[in-house]
T-cell receptor, first 116, second 116 residues
Framework: GAVVSQHPSWVICKSGTSVKIECRSL??????MFWYRQFPKQSLMLMAT?????????EQGVEKDKFLINHASLTLSTLTVTSAHPEDSSFYIC????????????FGSGTRLTVV | KNQVEQSPQSLIILEGKNCTLQ??????????LRWYKQDTGRGPVSLTI?????NTKSNGRYTATLDADTKQSSLHITASQLSDSASYIC???????????????FGKGTHLIIQP
């Protein structure tokens, strides 16, 4: 089955630094990847949609200059949290959809970001 | 506005017992509905996916039902095990203009605890 690998699984960083999270589709090509954040006991909230080779589409209220998304290949998307602050601490999850599939979303295992 | 409501918000049952989780949605036009299991600190894992024409689908001890007329779905867990303790998330996709699934709407999930 489709596998999405997300790395790192957890990271602790100091305020003001940047953190990069990787999302890889291991056995399929993903033209579209999605980035979510999830607060404790809350549902997943879509942050942005990234399409290979083009700019990401951000949801309302998500700062594109703070959450940089790069989808340079069909198997890799990255989310960089720039100048992180404690309020950015959250669980970040990516998902990917195989090229040509109408509804085959697979989620990564998530990244727990703690900003101190 | 597309919405997905899940109930109950949380549930505690004894190991070996059955339980049923509910999902009501207002997503339109409907494409498909999925149930995911999310362990604490992990990404969601797909349990079932149903399209408009399907009204039941099983995956081991998990059985999902869909009533597209009333826009309701349920997830029935049989003979619960301790490892079933997790959040169960109902996700509904709207059909885009091209006919494929697009725009996932997430429920807030049901937090299930199985007690020995």
């Amino acid at each position: 089955g489709a596998v999405v690998s997300q790395h790192p699984s957890w990271v602790i960083c100091k305020s003001g630094t940047s953190v990069k999270i990787e999302c890889r589709s291991l056995d399929f090509q993903a033209t579209t990847m999605f980035w979510y954040r999830q607060f404790p006991k809350q549902s997943l909230m879509l942050m942005a949609t990234s399409n290979e080779g083009s700019k990401a589409t951000y949801e309302q209220g998500v700062e594109k200059d703070k959450f940089l998304i790069n989808h340079a290949s069909l198997t890799l998307s990255t989310l960089t949290v720039t100048s992180a602050h404690p309020e950015d601490s959250s669980f970040y999850i990516c998902s990917a959809r195989p090229a040509g599939a109408n509804y085959g979303y697979t989620f990564g295992s998530g990244t727990r970001l703690t900003v101190v | 506005k597309n919405q997905v409501e899940q109930s109950p918000q949380s549930l505690i049952i004894l190991e070996g017992k059955n339980c049923t989780l509910q999902c009501n949605y207002t997503v339109s036009p409907f494409s498909n509905l999925r149930w995911y299991k999310q362990d604490t600190g992990r990404g969601p894992v797909s349990l079932t996916i149903m399209t408009f024409s399907e009204n039941t689908k099983s995956n081991g001890r998990y059985t999902a039902t869909l009533d597209a007329d009333t826009k309701q779905s349920s997830l029935h867990i049989t003979a619960s095990q301790l490892s079933d303790s997790a959040s169960y998330i109902c996700v509904v996709s709207a059909r885009n203009s091209g006919g494929g699934a697009d725009g996932l709407t997430f429920g807030k999930g049901t937090h299930l605890i199985i007690q020995p």
